[in-house]
């Protein structure tokens, strides 16, 4: 049933993804479960978990969202003190369960499980270099390099053989590795992505994102830094941190804008107070003479309440969201393809009717979507529309771990000018919050420390030319599954 | 697989469920499908469709989600340019697949396919008489017993049949019927369930709530009255009033406040502006001073949004809901219950942090969810905790569809005044909307024509003494499905 | 999943099926469900059991083999002491899960649990009859017929409202029911199908077939008679004979050509000596020069083993059986039709070079099958092939529950002599067993017993000139299910 | 849902599986699916194809019965003219959809999917050496050992590789290989695994017997020769023979006597003929007065014939199988075990009461089944009971693939004395053929070129001292899937 599809296989760039791991509990699956689903936004493609019990190891991961993946029978098969989990995003509609994580092999420094988030720049050079020397590879995991290069390692013990490969490696990651003894955290020395760290009685929790620590109510400890490599094991917890420093960090910016739930800290502050902060930076930057702020749901609500609060506009349910959304939904291949829409939104004409709106969005990437709704805004009878984007317009690709379009898709991209942009989403007026105001907003780091390459195209790990030669191998290299 | 519960067979007392109806589209079990989606809040059991070809009927219902119990291959296979479908709400957590409609049946007037809302109220009494002249039941449904008076009734046709099966039921319903020649849909004369009239190019449209015929871009023509029986076939749609009127109808109010759809328009006015008026009485029968108003999502927030209006304090996003939740999810019964409020719900610490903080919510029911939340709040740091409820205290069980616990359970019921119930809750201002103030902000009829049976035991259509038979009656007749 | 079929929902003719009850039995549903385990072949459509516990029902049914539709936990759930189960035998492919046995229903005598065997012949008549009366119908099976003339008895008790509701029917039939005090089994006046009587330690068992005792290592009793009731209840069993002897009883001799499996005891002796009668009997009236009996498997085995023994001719394994063919298998629609013969059926080339080949079979229906297969005996080799038959040529459709193609597709019916069928099948010589000679194989009771109509149109039950009606009333309803 | 057990995840010893395979036909998967049909009996624990259609690789592999594997959609979307299927045979009862084959990896050659039957006696070895070198292993086939060999082989063509692979590699095996230029079949020096080629118009076609090559109705070519490496690509098909012949050949003689079905043609000569040879040599070894012969069905019938036809003993159905079961089957842990012998099995009284009857059987392993099976027919009256077996007795175990049970567990090493051995089973006599007189059945090869090890423990490739080794090291690896 869920185990096939026409996706490719040995074919992926980029995958944001969510991890969580529990040493040292007595329901570690469990919470681990617990976890997953307060992340299950992160991935909604597959999700796994491994357990070990001080003897064996447990296992088990299928495709579809953490909730239908597993069951009260299946989480007391997962025994044992130690777990770690992963949900995977959706690149591409990928549906590989080849490609779920985490994945356990067993090599000659023993049986290792792992789990990834992000994605590594350098992974196909690597590959090939692995491939050269014999390696094969079953997976088109960034988790899989690292097992290559960890077996590769002439270091005896996990933690070595680890720092060794993640050396080796270039680009934004989290990984979680599980071995007999110790779970091991690290993460990239750009601090891409984001990881966190929490205790829950004797137990020790990472996670990526501290939402997933509150639902389990386990103590939020602090973030696991950049570049630094957090080994758990029974003598507790030990710091490492191995490698350069890097002038600037490279924090996504996008995680704060649209990823993270909005009840996560992360990147040392909270997401939803930074999202009104966009807010009422986007009413100093672009103020509007309006009835009504309308958000979208859910992504544009927090920058929405900064927007009302800023301008002294009131909020308002113009669009409403349908939750059922998120499952499965047969698409109207036959009939009309705007109910995709609809079926996803409504709207409610008493709120529009007359009125000057403002629609507070987290961002636009075709503008197909964008400019249906505002011809559904008109249509409920909104006098005016006005479009407030809470960053600066998407230009360029991403290349550590958000699955954007192709930058010819990208409606920056498409026009040469604001205003076309405008005329082309029949808006009265168009806001994008501008990269300072964006930067502005968040204050726990400088603003060198975030990554805005989606916006500037300025990639602070390089991917250089070998990404040419990536998407050719790429469509080289093929297999589908059924 | 689904086809199993532990659940009572013959027991049901009150159902609230949606339905929507085609007739002469040539995708008529899609739109009827997108229509269940639609209304897939006003039942999560099971969902059902049946159309007809001109020649044969076709037939596909399972327990589940609407997304789950149709995919392209099955709504192909449902042919036909009419169609009648239902979602049916679980009361009880009763998961019987023979309960789930529509029904299809053969009698003396032929094949008739039926689904209904609502509860009637000498359903017992009906289905003892009927038994004790020959009839066999297989469900529990009402819809069963007006098949059993159709299928006795010296009419030939559909539509005298169920006008005299009409005349013997009493309480709340819509129904839909479908015959080869016909669709017809029935309100009863006080109105309590809500049902509209819609067009789509050369088709009419019935539905529980119009937020349906908003997704599949059908017109909205009127609301069918109550009492009146309306009659599509191929001469158009005619109406007919064959009851006398009530002296006063009987809408239930409980839809405006929580049921219904905010984007939905029902008994003559829109959800959400009914619920934002709701927020605006509720400052002015109970005023505060406070820094912020969080809403309980998503019920609260249009109501919430009302309170932030007229109170000018700013609304702001304290609470989190996991849009995930909805989907089967596994209890932890070994461990802490209380993680299933957090499961649903998380809390934004930044937001509540020192801050006098009204929550808005439609209800209070039995008060143990309102009060693990007010202790999360003041977990999190919220200074003061003030409780806005959109509505007078739940003291009465409803008969007419809507499922609430037994008057015991009622927190209104369990403490004998209101500074006990915010004892219980431990917030500092507790205000419930008077009945008053809640008539005052429903205004397309005047306020007699609701019922509020549920806050003040005023029954519009009397229940009598066979209450209590019904209920020892239904603890005799017990099947269970495995 | 499998709950939808593109199959006629009104339209049933005839349908063999299997029987299981146990009574007080503390593991009635495991022995309910091995029971119809061994029934599998006489019903691979669906299967149920419903159970009693002495307080509540329990049941469980699905479309599918017996094997997939049960599962440990869905056995531990039908709890209780008593229960009935049944296997439905696909007729037109029909996958109806409504039809599926055994039904619950209410009605004024209580709940009732029936499961049925065979086919009433004034079934459409009786529910003409009863929908002029205000009956409605769910299902089409016979079982609901019975039920609705129990609900209409004016007795008040289960036994007195099946004798009358029995003396109504006409046609071949075995019921089980069950009520809050009994089981209840009832076999036709004519002894259409077979039924015995069984006992485990302290429990009572029913059973279609004797093999199904077997398994459950329970002691065989008796058969139940042609025309006896019998009732089980805690004061033990009781037979009642309310109907009128017949002159001559009719049971079904295809239950011992071909239906009942070779280990059982039907009719008074063991099907497998019958057929060994048979091939001897062939011996007798067509002898054959040859060099290798072949048996089609698995139903020719019983008769080849007897015509070997009588005419000294050794057997061999000449046609292999897959024995994996039974499951669901994918039509190769696409490609050769003929695929479908070689997937059940390979030949063994060294067993038939060379060789006078006798093939031993139960019967020829359509005859397409048969000359494909001697195709393939003489591409393997096979220097003359002769056929022989068990039984006379099939010439009339049976109204009483084999499911037999219509009149026109009966090769007996296409061809005018013997010799044209045999120049169709392309055999060097071709015998069916006369009428006498079968009947001379079955001992235990004289000849005028036996319902032999399928071969000489003499319909002990006489369906009358209704049958053309049927037929035509059938095509008038139609309901399909998706 | 199938995706997990409790089964070993590191561990094998041993198994015997189905391969097929075609190149250049364009429907090669459908052609694999029914080839791995007809393979069904060589491994039922899961089933995969993977096809090539020239750009692109598919795949689908699962766990459970080739029919449930695969459907119709499934079919289509694995699209191309070259395909090879695996079926997997369940020992040890583990079932891990990682091991579920073929494989398909990328490495260093470029794609490559692969298939294997046998079992490699230096294959942790292997491993072990291949993990020093940096080799990751994410299942415990040989399959992957193979493709980590020809990943680290110097030569750029998958031919040169795989033979230098070979090379490395000591035991019993065939491999299926493909990748986007070819199809390569492989069958080891010593020719322990059967392995044949077939043509259906331009098609090329290999299977791991010949009865898979009828179903298709492929033109069976030849049998591919012990240590042949034959290539199919766009030129045609090239032999090579790269390894030096053995002494003797290894053929494995229990294919013949027990594992091959009766209508394959294996090592020369046709299976069922071999079986019936044997049981004519077991009449000359001992014979024997009796009244009836009775076969345990199916593997003992055609010696039985062969027994009937040398001995003028009538055979007879005494015993009958229920061919449903093989499906999954709850087991009835609750109640008595012996059940489980009932459902497979049932008895015919009339054919045993009062007989001298001989029971004919393949191999008696732990000898519990037969004691029953003897117990039951002592029961239905036979007067006495003599059992032969078609081989010698088991002693020792199989390091080719065929699952035995442990030394200790085998009836032959349990017992000092044939005596002794009778005595259990409880027969009046009983006869296992000698080494001798069954190989004298084989005839198209001389007696030295069958291996007969686990009659008399001669393993012709040593398995040594390692055995040991293997095994300890195998209770120190272990995962658990759940």
Redesign the interface.
Known sequence: ?N??S?QP??CKLRENCGLFAVYNHP?AS?LT??GL??L??RGEESAGII?YNG????????LG????V???D??N??KGESAIGHVRYSTYGSTNIENAQP??????QG?IAIAHNGNLVNALQLRKEL????????TTTDS?II??LI???SHGNLLDSLIEALKRVKGAYCFLLMDENSIIAARDPYGFKPLCLGRIKDAFVVSSES?AL????AEFLREIEPGEVVVINENGLKSVKPFPKPFHLAQCIFEHIYFS???SVIFGE?V??VR?RLGKKLVEEYPVNADVIVPVP?SG??CA?GF??ASGI????GI?R???V?????Q?????R??NV??KF??????LKNKKVVIVDDSIVRGTTSQKRVRELRKAGAKEVHMRISCPPHKFPCFYGIDFPTKEELIANRFSSLDEIRKFLDVDSLGYLSREGMLSCVKAFSPEDYCTACFDGNYPVPFGEEKNKFEAELNS??????
Do not use: W
């Open positions: 049933m185990s096939y026409l296989h040995f329901q469990y479960y617990l689903y307060a299950q936004h357990s003897k064996e190891f447990f296992i088990h991961k299928e969202h953490v909730a239908d597993f069951n009260e299946i989480l098969k997962l994945l356990l092999v067993k090599c000659a049986a491939e050269s020397q014999g390696a094969i590879f079953q899989e097992l290559h077996a590769h390692s939402c509150d639902l389990i109510e739930r909005p009840d909270n939803h107070v009104e859910d609500t927090s309440i009302s609060k009131p909020i308002d349910l409403i349908n939750h059922y998120g499952r499965t939904f047969i109207p291949s036959q009939i009309i705007d109910f609809r079926i409504n709207l409610i004409r008493d709120v290299r093929k297999v589908r599954r059924c």
